[in-house]
């Protein structure tokens, strides 16, 4: 895919076949402004800006990195976006897609706080600018028993950690997402204490694999599937990628986690994918890829780490049935 250089020579995330037709078109003005000379900086940066604020379902350039991608079948497209867990949306799994569409994804902030030097606020089109945008195909594996192949659009978390400079304090990584009763109708239910939040540890956090995304199958992400901005943590149970993170927050504890506080016995902090340590209801050594569940497709057998056993090291020393 294309990436659009901007006549300032601000890359351009958006490629204009897919940019709507104003936006294009005010560019195109705009372009004849710059060079008449009659726009100054700032109404500049402030055009880059508007024309990032993109909807689900446009376009993302991303640069495919060939260093994180599975080399299983990927999942549809209509799989991955209509077969969900997002409980803010309701529990069954086709309720994120029908609800989801509430869910107000611009304009958004993110922000940076806790144990850091440069606490901040980004808005979307900082974020997106942040470093460059990867194509990266990972396995998700749900808790619940089945996995699916992405290729979700990002960068590596720690390219934000290292811009928000973490103190010696500095153990974990908070995600706390949005919770906001008027646009998300399964607040309402008490399945979960809302927001809905997760964590790492630093060390996880700042490991390569661990992603900060904002989009799949070259798109902005569909609501359902955590849009504007989620986490994506490929050797875990897909509970631990958060979706719609609101605060991203550096702290000395192990934060408490929405499916930990909910049933402790059933969700550790950790949750590696672990074929090893059943959940204390269901066996863990097996899983259905979606898409693959008809009549005689066959269960795969779970990986140690969801397959990703590059980060086996961030765990030595530790017992794994203990601390699942
Ligand atoms: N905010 C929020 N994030 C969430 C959830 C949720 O209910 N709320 N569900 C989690 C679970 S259990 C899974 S399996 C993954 C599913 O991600 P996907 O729908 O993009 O496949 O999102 C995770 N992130
Ligand atoms: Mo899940």
Known sequence: MLIKRGPNGIDLPYSSEITPREVFESRRTFIRQMAVGSIAGGALLEMVNREAFAQAGQKLAAKPNPAFVVMDKQTSFKDASTYNNYYEFGTDKADPARNAG????????????????KPMTLDLDSLMKLA?????????????GWSMVVPWVGYSL?????????????????FVTLADKAQMPGLGSPVLKWPYVEGLRMDEAMHPLTLLTVGMYGEVLPNQNGAPVRIVVPWK????????????????????TAWNLAAASEYGFYSNVNPEVDHPRWSQASERRIGEDGLFAKKRKTLMFNGYNEVASLYTGMDLRKLF
């Open 102 to 117: 509430t869910l107000k994804t611009r304009p958004w902030t993110l922000a940076i706080e806790g144990e850091v030097k």
């Open 132 to 144: 460059p945008l990867e194509e990266r195909v990972y396995r998700l594996r749900c808790v619940e």
């Open 237 to 256: 149970y897909g509970f631990k990628s958060a979706k719609s993170i609101v605060k991203v927050r550096f702290t000395k504890e192990q934060p408490k």
């Open 158 to 174: 720690s390219e934000l950690i290292k811009k928000a400079e973490p103190t010696g304090d500095a153990k974990y990584v908070e």
